[in-house]
């Protein structure tokens, strides 16, 4: 769904600047996160898209959702079988086709590492209300979606 509202100079300028701030807190709390894990922070952004993954997911995916080469992903993940976050197996439909398999997950292990960011969340959240929550989530669906488009599906 597009809108034709206009965007006033001012209210474009402020959602910039929270882009900004938010977009370097947030690289920089994932950097965070990766030094705890001995990764660099793309490597742990490739295992985070692994772990949402409903199951194993192909190397193929993992360069389509991260907008990286499927050479770049190789490394990705030999650095994270080699690290102990995943193993590669075989599809059982096609044994020609390897897949990547998280072998640690969030609550084994991970969860500790992005809880205070979920706790951060909860405190951010509580300011609002559920009217107003779903205001917020509509936003960072439609911004969600529209930076897909514009840089991974790209």
Same mark, same amino acid.
């Given at each position: 769904m597009?809108?034709?509202h206009e965007v006033p100079a001012d209210v474009l300028e402020r959602f910039s600047v929270y882009a900004?701030? @938010?977009?370097a807190l947030t690289v920089l709390f994932h950097s965070r996160v990766a030094e705890r894990m001995g990764l660099s922070p793309t490597d742990e952004k490739c295992l985070d898209l692994a772990l949402?993954?409903?199951g194993p997911i192909t190397?193929?995916?993992i360069a389509e959702l991260s907008g990286l080469s499927t050479g770049a992903? @190789?490394?990705v993940i030999d650095r994270l079988e080699r690290a102990g976050y995943v193993r590669r197996v075989r599809d059982p439909h096609d044994r020609r086709k390897v897949?990547?398999?998280v072998t640690v997950r969030e609550e084994g292990g991970l969860g500790d590492l992005v809880a205070g960011a979920q706790e951060t969340l909860r405190e951010v959240l509580s300011r609002?209300?559920?009217a107003e929550r779903d205001v917020l989530e509509r936003y960072n669906q439609v911004l969600?979606?529209?930076f897909r488009r514009r840089v991974v599906d790209a």
């Open positions: 597009t809108s034709e900004r701030e @938010t977009s949402r993954a409903e190397a193929g995916r992903v @190789t490394g897949l990547v398999e609002f209300t559920p969600i979606e529209t």
